[in-house]
């Protein structure tokens, strides 16, 4: 079960490093452009503010755990991860991207929800 739980830990650490990246350093049009395209009704402060929160959560997803230091911080940061994509899985879905929805936000909140449970239950 750990295994599984670290899997999952370095996959969604890539995948929001990616975002993240993406988010802190391009325009919005160039975001959109790329395929993030649930940024698109929000303004490009809060757009960086994701960012950034991506970015922690990435770290907060692989260092707690494998230093042993404070690892409740990788459960918080899979759970913030987590409502981060309840938020984009809105903005998808008010923007009628439903194949996002479903392809995307929900199995990286799953695999969220996994890992908070896992963490927490002591595997």
Not at 5 to 33: E, H, N
């Amino acid at each position: 079960m750990n295994i599984a739980l670290w899997i999952a830990q370095v996959l969604l650490a890539v995948v929001f490093l990616y975002s993240g990246i993406a988010k802190a350093s391009l325009p919005k049009d160039r975001l959109i452009a790329i395929g993030q395209t649930g940024v698109a009704p929000f303004p490009l402060p809060f757009i960086r503010t994701i960012a950034t929160l991506e970015l922690l959560g990435c770290v907060g997803l692989i260092l707690p755990q494998a230093t042993g230091i404070a690892p409740y911080l990788t459960v918080a940061a899979a759970a913030g991860l987590g409502i981060i994509m309840i938020g984009a899985a809105f903005a998808h879905r008010s923007l009628g991207e439903y194949k996002q929805v479903f392809g995307v936000n929900l199995p990286l909140f799953l695999i969220c929800v996994f890992v908070v449970v896992g963490r927490l239950l002591g595997y």
